[in-house]
Every structure is written in C-alpha cells, then in structure tokens.
Nanobody, 123 residues
C-alpha cells in the first residue's frame, strides 16, 4: 500500500517563506511525476507545480519566480519551497505522485494523493 505524507504547512506573514515536504512510502517500484496542488475555499483544486523523474518542472503562472519544486528520488520525496508568500496563496496544499507499485501481486501505475496541509498567509 502506498502512502504520501505531507509536512511543513502553517501560518506565515505576507512576504514570508515555507517549505513543504511530501514523502512516499510503501511497495513502490518507481515514481514518475510528482507535484503539488492547492485548493482554496470555494475554489477548484489547481496545479501549483510539477516535476518529472528527470527533473523537468512546470509551474502555475501565479507562482512562477516565487515557488520552487524539487525532488529527492533516493528518498521518494518532493519539496515545495515557497517564498514571497501572498494572502492569495492561502489554501490546502496536496501532494500528488504518479507511482508504479505492487498491490496483491499486481503491478499498476496510478496517481496517489496526500492528505493535505494547510498554508495560511496572513498578518
């Protein structure tokens, strides 16, 4: 069974920084893309940033130049460094990973989600 566990959320003042982490564990054979999504109250979940196994990255226009996604393949972990935070960045942040894993002897590739971590930017 595969699990994604997030950490690093919290309350920060505008202009501040936070670093989110997400570690994958379980019967993992390979992790392909990893990413972060966010969902603010009353809004749809949106992609914040994604990174391939080879390190190619993709960012939402609203976070370009402020957020940096990275990953440690040896640790099955993805990070999101968030700088110059704004009140509009307030949301629940979810980790997502496309993982090949064995379950009941069967190999499958599918998306997994973390439980979400709250990020609040407020003075």
């Amino acid at each position: 069974q595969v699990q994604l566990v997030e950490s690093g959320g919290g309350l920060v003042q505008p202009g501040g920084s936070l670093r989110l982490s997400c570690a994958a564990s379980g019967s993992i054979f390979s992790i392909y893309s990893m990413g972060w999504y966010r969902q603010a109250p009353g809004k749809q979940r949106e992609l914040v940033a994604a990174i391939t196994r080879g390190g190619n990255t993709n960012y939402a226009d609203s976070v370009k130049g402020r957020f940096t996604i990275s990953r440690d393949n040896a640790k099955n972990t993805v990070y999101l460094q968030m700088n110059s935070l704004k009140p509009e960045d307030t949301a629940v942040y979810y980790c997502n990973a496309n993982i090949g894993a064995y379950g009941s002897g069967i190999y499958s590739i599918r998306d997994y989600w973390g439980q979400g971590t709250q990020v609040t930017v407020s003075s």
